[in-house]
């Protein structure tokens, strides 16, 4: 899976991609990123790449003429293009997975002040999304928060594939409490007992264990995805 990520802080994005999981996935050519600051794709001035609103209001626009060469110099062939917004419906696990087995190339348009003029948003952009209700400086953070979530799903990015399986969201439920198995020296935490039911060794009862565990926890932060589940068990 490409990865292309169209910017004004190429460090940004880059010093991402220097450790963990996604520096290996890089490393082992799973995944291939490209860095694209589209500023240098100006004809103005001083590189200017944003301009006053139509409607007049506080905050500048990214203009379509700096992103329309950006996306004619670099390969959209089969692309698929994301702009990061908060005006947009919010990224979820499901479309994760989605992305991740649909398709080979994606390409992040990174925002910045007020935006950029929607009419890119119409000519050029096939998905947009917001990775929650409040406003960040840009959509770097967004585009990268995408991208992990993304990678995650394709094979071979993580160590162990079975690390998948169960994880908070799927069946809209959120994930059990896990503890070490080590006899843990901090000196508070020792004096929490781990649930017995966890240590007893029968898998089929931990599953139903951690599931009813699944099931409170879910109740009380997000009473809202335990909704979305009751609805579709109809
Ligand atoms: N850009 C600014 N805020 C954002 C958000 N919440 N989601 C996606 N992109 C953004």
Redesign the pocket.
């Known amino acids: 899976m490409k990865f292309s990520f169209l910017t004004l802080f190429p460090n940004l994005i880059s010093s991402y991609f220097t450790d963990s999981i996604l520096k290996r996935a890089l490393d082992s050519k799973i995944i291939d990123i490209e860095i694209i600051d589209f500023r240098d794709f100006s004809t103005r001035a001083h590189k200017k790449v944003d301009d006053f609103q139509a409607s007049g209001g506080a905050g500048l626009v990214i203009c379509a003429e700096v992103l329309e060469n950006t996306l004619n110099y670099i390969s959209t062939k089969d692309s698929h293009i994301i702009y990061?917004?908060?005006v947009?419906k919010r990224f979820n696990q499901f479309d994760a997975k989605r992305l991740a087995s649909n398709y080979k190339h994606i390409i992040f348009i990174c925002?910045r002040y007020a935006g950029i003029d929607e009419r890119v948003i119409e000519c050029f952009v096939d998905e947009v999304?917001?990775?929650?209700?409040?406003?960040?400086?840009?959509?770097e953070l967004?585009s990268l928060v995408l991208c992990d979530c993304i990678s995650r799903q394709i094979p071979n990015v993580l160590g162990n594939s079975k690390s998948l399986e169960g994880e908070s969201f799927e069946s809209n439920l959120l994930e059990a409490p896990v503890f070490t198995k080590i006899i843990d020296n901090s000196k508070k935490v020792s004096n929490l007992s781990i649930p017995s039911e966890y240590l007893k060794g029968n898998h089929s009862r931990i599953r139903v264990f951690k599931n009813h565990l699944s099931l409170k926890k879910t109740k009380y932060f997000r009473p809202d995805i335990l909704k979305q589940r009751q609805t579709n068990a109809k």
């Not at 999304?129 to 959509?139: K, N, Q, R, V, W």
Request: hydrophobic content about 40%; proline content about 6%.
């Open positions: 990061l917004t908060p947009a925002g999304f917001s990775i929650g209700d409040y406003i960040l400086t840009g959509g967004a």
